[in-house]
Every structure is written in structure tokens, then in C-alpha cells.
């Protein structure tokens, strides 16, 4: 096995994903056959080809240190499942 | 045992640019909640983030004026976390290819000098502004919280040190430096009290000469460099005492929260997260790769820092070290000195002498900075000037002082309105001196009779008798002529 259920428990866990025991297991073969295919690649001698973070030859793409139009609070709020003072609420943390 | 202490920092400074890290939204302080967001920085989806230019270029200059080694091709990545400031639920920061690294800071402690390394400089965006509503405004008590996203994506450089500082003086003098230094070079306005510059201090204890580190807490809450140097002196003590008294197990590895007003840290209790953040290149960022020229380009832009001006300062001005020192500690003193000297055309020691004596007393009881008094150069300049001419002595200086800061008044003004003008009148000094020596027939006989200390007695009555503005140097010499009649 690649990856083990206790693995996929925490990393559902960091992911806040409520797995219950059966999907646990089916995800767990699943990440399995995934992560098997993608070790085929430990196969090949890389040893001299740098990590490749991006797949496009593009770098240096920034902007200008502008400022420009912003959403109105209320635009910006309108999703947001509760609201107070024009600001987002949220249960209570700790 | 013998203990020292291992301190490291972690400063995080806000960039003073325009618009935030990744989007066209302003960064002014201070706004009314969530008028400063944007698609982009609420992390919405479709949105796509562009790097600032001028954050990077900031996080450079001041990588290179602390001797940093500058890497030329450097990356973004995501650390994923779930926390309710934070919009997108991770942070765009960077992870194994900062921007600078190996870079230091050099201390003046005045008996001795010492080295504290930078192990890295990196950017990142700062997060949203959470108000606890309830439980007296903190997290732990509250009901619920709200959350103004002004901040969120506003372009953040975190420097990290080497656990090379061994004292909470240190830690305070590496933090000062560090903030005059990035003053100097105007990236960003270093404000702990605005919170532009947040401190956390990591301290742990082992026995002095030990190679090992012990079990470190990380400090929060230290809101001034006062509140930085306090925290750790306490919280050095408080592992001193564990490890003394038989209780190593009070000292855990976790955060602990400086309270100011009682002096002490405690555990703050957050919500447990393993911290397995994750790390990946953000796949919307690509690479910056930098040439050598840019690098250069920046470094010859580098204004003068905060140690060639404290040289400057002893070579032009013949400062003492400690007063150059003194002076160079924030960029706003050291313009406020330059200022005067240049409107004084006098003695610039006198014109140190003040900042570091009256002015420095009044700062510090107040709690505040020189640019954020109403005293400005002129009035030192033209009190300095009244007390060379002879319009008010070095007395009264003292006295017009405080009023100068609170009112902003010019020194000649509060003369005027208080009548607080020098006698240097020779016939008024001769009158009120024949009335002293009249009034203190005794005192003359023992000065005649050889006692000299009676002399200054005679000129305090004298001084006592004009209200403290009769000229002293007039005074000493009609009164010595007088007493030879």
C-alpha cells in the first residue's frame, strides 16, 4: 500500500473533510491506485533535471504598485451567510 | 546553575506600498471595515493574483541593507491553514526559495559589540482584522468575531533571526536597529503601535556554555519595545525558576500571550492545528528570476543606513559614540538633530545635549516619538538661539520646555506671554544685590571671614529674588565686585 487509512484520516482531517469509515476505506484504495501510477515516475534517473514547480516557460509576471476599484462592502458581503457592522461574522473560534 | 538565554526574533513589517500584494486594492490604514477588498484578495474563485512590483523590489533594497545574500530566482508557495482571517484558506508566502537569506545586524550594547544573524527574508501577504465581540474583546471568551478583510493581501516581509540573541536588551536593540533601518529606506513605516512592525520573540534557557537549545516558548502580544524587552526578561525568569525549583515540565513548547498591564505571560489557548501547512509553489505565481544588474541596480539606490550615519554623525558633528548612537536609533531623531544644527548654526552638542537630556526625559514619560510631538526643529533651534544671546538662561530653557511640547508654542512666544525675559540689566541686578547682602548681613561675614561656599548661597538669594531670570554671569560678577567693596 502507498498510503495508509490512517494517512487519509489526517489529511481529511487538514482538509476538514468528514469522512465516515466506508468512505475512508474507498478513498484509501483509490489514493492508492493514484499514488502507485504516479510512483512510475521514481522510476526514471531525474537526478539532473531541477524540480519544476511551473509547466509554462513564463517568469517575472507583476504588476505596477497601482491602486484601483475595489467591491463595495455590501458587493463584498453578499455571499457571506451572516453579516454585522460591514463586516463578516464567524462562530466563535477557540 | 548558571542559565543564558537563546532569544530569536520574528518581525513581520508591512510593505508602504500603494495597493496590496497580489491585487489593486489600497492598503490606507485605518479605512471603515471591508471597503478594501477586491475578487482577488477575498479569494474568490476565478480570481487571479499578479505580484507587486515594488514589494518585491522593497523586500530586496532591505535584504541587501542587511547584508543579505539575494537569491536569484525565488518562488511563491501556498501554506495551507484554516483560520477565519484569512480568506483564500492558505497564505501566499514563500517557502524554500525566500528572497534573501544570510544576512545580519551588527549591535552596539556600548560595553560591547555583538553579531546577530538574519537567516531569511521573505514576502508574503498579511491577513484579515478579527474583533472578538464578547468575553471582553478576546478570543478566548468571545462569542463571536468579525472580520474586516482590509488587511487581508497587504504585502508583508517576515525576517527571521538566528537564535543569537542572548539578552532582552539585545532583542530590543536588534528590533530598534531593525526598525531604523528600514526607516531609513522608507519600505514601510515600522509602526509597532500601529502594528506596521509586530514582534513574536522564540526563548528558551540551557546552561551557559551548552551547545544544546532547550524547549522554547514563542512570545505574542508585545506591542512595543518595551513590552518586547519586558516579556522576555520575565519569561526568562519564569524558566529560570522552573528549571531551578525542580519543574522542568512548566516549560512546554507553545505560544504564550504577554499581558502588559500585569506583567506576565500565560498560555494562550488556540485552537489545535497541527502545523502541516503543506507547502506547494502556487500554480498562479510563476518564478521571478532575477539578473545580478537588478540586484545592483538596487543596491546602489541604498540610502545612507543607520551605522554610516552614526559615523557621519561623530566625524561632522564630533558626537560622542554613545550620543551618535542615541541619535541614529530612529531616522526621525536623527533628521530632527541634522534640522537643528542646520537652523542653530551653533554647537552641536548643545543641540544633542537637549534631545538627549529634556527632550528624551518628555519623550519617554510620554511615550512618545519626536515626529509625533509638536515640537519641531525650529523650536529647539530658536531656544538654543534666545539662551546664547542671553535672553533667558539655561533655567528657564528647563522650564519653557514641557510648554513647548504641549502647546507648540515657539520659545519666544512663551517668553513673552510669561514675561519670562533675562535681566541683564547691570543698575536692576546692582539693586536687587545690595538688597541680598542686606537681607544676609551673616552670610557676608562668613563669606569674608573665608568661607567660599557662602558665595553660592548669596547668588541663589539673588537668583530667588529675579524669579530665576536674572542673568547668572551678571550676577556672579556684580556680586564679587560688590562683596570686594
Redesign the interface.
Same mark, same amino acid.
Given at each position: 500500500m502507498a498510503i495508509s487509512e490512517k494517512e487519509v484520516k489526517?489529511v481529511a482531517w !487538514?482538509a476538514?473533510l468528514d469522512l465516515t469509515d466506508a468512505e475512508t476505506q474507498k478513498f484509501t484504495q483509490q489514493l492508492d491506485v493514484i499514488l502507485e501510477h504516479a510512483g512510475k515516475i521514481s522510476e526514471l534517473d531525474v537526478k539532473d533535471i531541477p524540480p519544476t514547480?511551473?509547466a509554462?516557460p513564463?517568469?517575472? #509576471? !507583476?504588476?505596477?504598485?497601482? #491602486?484601483?476599484?475595489? *467591491?463595495?462592502?455590501e458587493a463584498? *458581503?453578499s455571499n457571506a451567510p451572516k453579516g454585522?457592522?460591514?463586516?463578516?461574522? #464567524?462562530?466563535?473560534? #477557540? | 546553575m548558571e542559565y543564558e538565554s537563546v532569544i530569536g526574533l520574528e518581525i513581520h513589517v508591512e510593505l508602504a %506600498?500603494?495597493?496590496k500584494m497580489f491585487?489593486?486594492?489600497?492598503t490606507v490604514f485605518g479605512e471603515?471595515?471591508? %471597503?478594501? %477588498?477586491? &475578487?482577488v484578495c477575498?479569494g474568490l474563485p476565478g480570481s487571479l493574483p499578479? =505580484?507587486?512590483?515594488? =514589494?518585491?523590489e522593497y523586500v530586496i533594497k532591505s535584504g541587501l541593507a542587511l547584508g543579505c545574500d539575494i537569491n536569484l530566482y525565488s518562488?511563491f508557495h501556498r501554506k495551507?491553514y484554516?483560520?477565519?482571517d484569512m480568506p483564500k484558506d492558505y497564505q501566499i508566502s514563500q517557502y524554500d526559495q525566500p528572497l534573501c537569506i544570510n544576512g545580519l545586524i551588527d549591535l552596539d550594547m556600548g560595553d560591547y559589540q555583538t553579531r546577530i544573524g538574519i537567516t531569511r527574508i521573505h514576502l508574503e501577504e498579511d491577513t484579515g482584522k478579527?474583533?472578538?465581540v464578547g468575553g471582553a474583546g478576546r478570543? =478566548?471568551g468571545?462569542?463571536?468575531?468579525?472580520?474586516?478583510?482590509n488587511r487581508a493581501g497587504v504585502p508583508l516581509m517576515e525576517i527571521v533571526s538566528e537564535p543569537d540573541i542572548r539578552t532582552p536588551e539585545e532583542a530590543k536593540a536588534y528590533a530598534q536597529k531593525l526598525r531604523a533601518i528600514l526607516q531609513s529606506l522608507g519600505v514601510s513605516d515600522v509602526s509597532m503601535e500601529k502594528g506596521s512592525m509586530r514582534v513574536d520573540a522564540n526563548v528558551s534557557i540551557r546552561p551557559k556554555g551548552s551547545a544544546e537549545f532547550g524547549t522554547k516558548a514563542e512570545l505574542k502580544n508585545l506591542n512595543s519595545f518595551r513590552s518586547l524587552q519586558r516579556a522576555l526578561a520575565y519569561e526568562i525568569e519564569r524558566q529560570t525558576k522552573a528549571l531551578n525549583e525542580g519543574r522542568p515540565e512548566d516549560i512546554v513548547q507553545e505560544t504564550r500571550h504577554w499581558d502588559e498591564a500585569k506583567g506576565i505571560t500565560s498560555t494562550l489557548? %488556540?485552537?489545535e492545528y =497541527?502545523h502541516?501547512y503543506?507547502y506547494f &509553489?502556487d500554480?498562479d505565481?510563476? &518564478?521571478?528570476?532575477f539578473t545580478s544588474d537588478y540586484v545592483e541596480y538596487l543596491r546602489a539606490q541604498l540610502p545612507e543606513l543607520p551605522d554610516e550615519r552614526k559615523q557621519r554623525f561623530m566625524r561632522e558633528y564630533g558626537l560622542p559614540v554613545h550620543e551618535a548612537n542615541l541619535l541614529t536609533e530612529s531616522k526621525a531623531m536623527g533628521d530632527f538633530f541634522e534640522e537643528t544644527v542646520k537652523l542653530y548654526k551653533g554647537d552641536p552638542k548643545a543641540v544633542a545635549n537637549w534631545m538627549l537630556g529634556d527632550m528624551s526625559y518628555y519623550l519617554n514619560t510620554e511615550g512618545l516619538e519626536i515626529d509625533e510631538t509638536a515640537v519641531t526643529p525650529k523650536h529647539l533651534a530658536e531656544l538654543l538661539k534666545l539662551m546664547d544671546k542671553g535672553v533667558i538662561s539655561g533655567k528657564i530653557a528647563k522650564e519653557i520646555f514641557p510648554e513647548m511640547f504641549e502647546t507648540g508654542k515657539l520659545p519666544q512666544v512663551i517668553v513673552e506671554e510669561k514675561g519670562m525675559t533675562q535681566i541683564s540689566n547691570e543698575e536692576e541686578i546692582a539693586k536687587i544685590i545690595d538688597l541680598v547682602l542686606e537681607e544676609n548681613a551673616s552670610t557676608v561675614e562668613e563669606y569674608r571671614a573665608g568661607k567660599d561656599k557662602a558665595f553660592g548661597f548669596l547668588v541663589g538669594q539673588a537668583m530667588r529674588l529675579t524669579k530665576g531670570r536674572g542673568n547668572p554671569q551678571l550676577i556672579n560678577r556684580l556680586l564679587r565686585e560688590k562683596l570686594q567693596e
Open positions: 489526517h !487538514l476538514r514547480s511551473h509554462i513564463l517568469k517575472n #509576471v !507583476l504588476r505596477e504598485d497601482k #491602486v484601483g476599484e475595489c *467591491l463595495t462592502p463584498a *458581503l454585522e457592522d460591514q463586516a463578516f461574522m #464567524v462562530p466563535r473560534i #477557540v | %506600498t500603494k495597493s491585487c489593486k486594492c489600497s471603515a471595515p471591508n %471597503t478594501q %477588498t477586491c &475578487p477575498l499578479v =505580484a507587486n512590483e515594488k =514589494a518585491v518562488l495551507n484554516f483560520y477565519p478579527l474583533i472578538h478570543i =478566548a468571545a462569542e463571536y468575531s468579525l472580520v474586516d478583510f489557548r %488556540t485552537k =497541527a502541516d503543506r &509553489p500554480p505565481l510563476v &518564478p521571478m528570476e
